[in-house]
């Protein structure tokens, strides 16, 4: 969330980087400086009181001590409102600090200055775009017809046993999936990011501190009876490795890697552009996140799209890079970076990953600090990015890599296969 130092002495800033946002809300702004303004002034008034209280206790022990018992029921009697009014005092401070942080939360993070204005995906920036499309044979399938033809993907058993958007993988099929989780996490431990095995459900705390919670509750499975929740991403559980952390400025950058199932409600989510892998439930991911120091955390942004793209290289897909305006981006990035790869069988680009710079957004939430050299502990800036997420790069390779004789295996994944086509 951001702070509210920050908030109180750039109103201005603040106000028009929201607008890049069309934030709906643009008030909240000035209730937060309000009730700032109050809590400011009953923390002084409790200060006061507090310390005028202190200083009285003292006084009347060390008359008693000395046998004027009289003087000291005196001052006593004078401060007897003391302990009442410090009650009252911290009770409004109490309220004003829960209203204060009910608002803040509903602030989203402020774009860097480099994201453009824009309302929907049709308003992001186009940044490069590697390679050409497919060429496929004249009776090309979409890749739900492929998985059908060949067997190796079943969308219907899948409802069947839980629902719609919970697909069952099937011999090639499957050792595909598990081919690509592999090939994400060699190449991710081979850049330098270690390896973490983390919780598929986290607790409310985690939810918060990254940002999933408030903002995205609804979209997240909830297990009720424990109060967890089924993790979106793995960014959730591994960010949160370092909540209430003081890391060393020399330890800078941090960075990890990890493999997790991920779940989304994906409410409201039908039409034929969901169709098949398009759009899951549950679905695979190789996750890498970053821990930085707030100078260099843009370079490590372009460093982690630069990664995310040799991955997608390596695979032989043609890809693109937008950057995100302000309508399309997350809730606590402040700037993102999304690949699409073409798909050419669908004709549409698929987005298979996003590489986001969270700033000090999630680190004020989380306590997540480092200290420098001078000793003063300040927020690390904190990244993630889509390793890959596997549906759409699975879905990409069947169509892309279709031939009339089978779907052939990209090169780089064949020793992970052990099979270099499906027929």
């Known amino acids: 969330m951001l702070q509210v130092n920050y908030i109180r002495e750039n109103r201005e800033k603040v106000l028009e980087r929201l607008s890049i946002r069309n934030f709906k809300q643009p008030e909240l702004v000035d209730e937060i400086i309000k009730i700032d303004e109050d809590r400011r002034s009953t923390q002084t008034s409790l200060d006061s009181i507090s310390a005028e209280a202190n200083a009285a206790a ?17 001052i006593k009697a004078q401060t007897a409102s003391h302990k009442e009014n410090i009650k009252n005092l911290s009770d409004k401070l109490n309220e004003l600090e829960t209203a204060q942080h009910n608002l803040i939360v509903q602030l989203p993070n402020l774009p860097y200055h480099l994201v453009k204005q824009g309302s929907t995906a049709e308003d992001n920036e186009v940044v490069l775009t590697h390679g050409e499309p497919a060429k496929l044979p004249s009776k090309a399938l979409p890749h739900w017809e492929l998985a059908a033809k060949y067997d190796i993907i079943d969308f219907e058993l899948g409802v069947k046993i839980t629902g719609a958007g919970f697909p069952v993988y099937k011999g090639k099929g499957a050792r595909l ?16 990011y270690k390896e973490m095995q983390v919780p598929h459900l986290v607790n409310a705390a985690s939810g918060f501190g990254t940002g999933q919670l408030p903002d995205k509750e609804g979209q997240m499975y909830h297990s009720t009876v424990d109060d967890l929740y089924l993790i979106p991403t793995a960014e959730v559980p591994v960010t949160n490795l370092y909540r209430d952390v003081i890391v060393k400025e020399e330890d800078l950058p941090i960075k990890n890697t990890a493999y997790t199932p991920c779940f989304r409600r994906e409410a409201g989510s039908y039409g034929a552009h969901v169709r098949g892998l398009n759009r899951l439930h549950q679905f695979d991911k190789v996750e890498v996140v970053q821990i930085t120091h707030p100078d260099k955390s843009y370079e490590t942004l372009e460093d982690m799209s630069q990664y995310v793209q040799s991955l997608l290289q390596e695979l032989g897909l043609h890809y693109r890079v937008l950057r995100l305006c302000g309508g399309d981006m997350g809730f606590t990035s402040a700037m993102t970076y999304d690949m699409e790869v073409w798909s050419a069988a669908q004709e549409r680009w698929l987005e298979v990953s996003s590489v986001s710079n969270f700033e000090t957004y999630q680190s004020n939430r989380l306590k997540l600090r480092f200290k420098g050299k001078e000793g003063k502990a300040q927020l690390a800036h904190s990244l993630n990015g889509s390793a890959l997420a596997l549906p759409r790069i699975v879905a990409s390779i069947l169509e892309n890599y ?10 780089v994944l064949v020793k992970y296969t052990g099979f270099d086509v499906i027929n």
Do not use: C, S, Y
């Not at 279709?402 to 090169?411: A, F, H, L, V, Y």
């Open 402 to 411: 279709q031939t009339e004789n089978g779907i052939k295996i990209p090169e």
């Open 177 to 192: 999936q598990r081919a690509l989780i592999n090939f994400f996490l060699d190449h991710a431990t081979a850049a330098g």
């Open 58 to 74: 003292k006084q009347i022990g060390d008359l008693m001590r000395t046998g004027k018992k009289e003087e000291a029921e005196a």
